[in-house]
């Protein structure tokens, strides 16, 4: 007969001592996998660090997702989804690597990415960049257009209510490369649209996308829907 | 329960473009030999969470705004991935990124292709950072909507 553990030692386990959110984001396909090794043959950053795609599925289905969490396979993978696109079984690699993204300690996402991402949900964008500011770039960004040929009296119309089209913004468009604003802003004047951005929550970057983070995804969304019903918009564009 | 409408880029300017709200000029840029970039969000993986990818509709605008354009080898649901998607661009891990989009500029660099179009701002930020690491410093990276924008006839 086996040992059996002694009924007085053993501890009945307070089932909510364990992290139910833990595998949130997770796909559970891994154990389908067939060791066939086509995702590693068409995934471009296959050794690079010594990562690919089979080797990270076949870790998790072994239990060793620990490893990866620390690991910086998958911040290297872009989760572009070649792999899953010619895997025979199905499985749901970009998933499983953002489901391992999500398992990171949230100080230890690398880079910029988390911190970006808890601007964002403190302040409204990734910058941290006050609302003063950013209707200053908008505003100052609208006189150059004023002055092309073709574009005169040209303005950018902040908070419209009613108006047909609302569009978020990308932070770098009112940091580093305020040129690619106008863009858009030319096209929406030749069509006549009647268009606005909104002052606050513009942010168009959704950063939780990339670490994981569905809590702060819904947060960021959220906060753009109550700005369509808020303003009272009929069209949304979200060019990010 | 919703309230409101939500467009796609593509939607938007194929719309504006069909009712005649905006006239483009395709002289602008016969010169220049152009190609096409698919995002990865746009096409595959879009394809695979909502049943749709975007292909056919970018293309359809790329073609209102130039004659002169070719397609990558691959493309489409099969494209490969610019390198800058995932949020690579921030993590920090360059070396790899830069690696990651060789393959991306191989493709472009067969097709001899002046400019590369694309209506990513990831896809935008990472082919216009790398460009010189691989010798293509005068790689034009352009957005689908700046092209438009290009080619206004007001
Ligand atoms: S999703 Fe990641 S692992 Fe799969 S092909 Fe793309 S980069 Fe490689
Ligand atoms: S393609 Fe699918 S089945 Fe084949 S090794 Fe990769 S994950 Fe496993």
Redesign the pocket.
Known sequence: MPDVIEPDAIEITDINHLNHQRFENWSFSQDFCVTCGL?SS?????GIDN???RK?VRMISLGLEEQLVESRWPWI????????KVCPMGIE??SL?RGVRSLRDREKVPGILHKGLAAAIKTGNNLGLPQDDFVFIIEDVAEEIAEEPGFEGFTAPIDKKGANLLTTIHNKLVNTHTEDLKHWWRIFHAAKEDWTVPSENWEGTNWGLFTGDDKAMKIMVGRIVENMEKLEIKTLLWPE | MQNFNTVTVFDLLIQYIKEGRIKLDKTKYADVLATYHDPCNYGRKAQKLFGYGYFEEPRWILSQCTDNWTDLYPHSINQL?CGGG?GTLTTGYNDERIL?GGRKMDQIKITGAQMIVVPCHSCHGQLNNIKTEYEMEHLEVKYLWELVADCLIL
Do not use: H, L, Q
């Open positions: 995702c068409t995934c471009p950053v296959s990562f690919d795609p990270f993978c872009t989760m572009c989804a070649k792999c899953e690699i970009a690597i | 991935c995932g990651y």
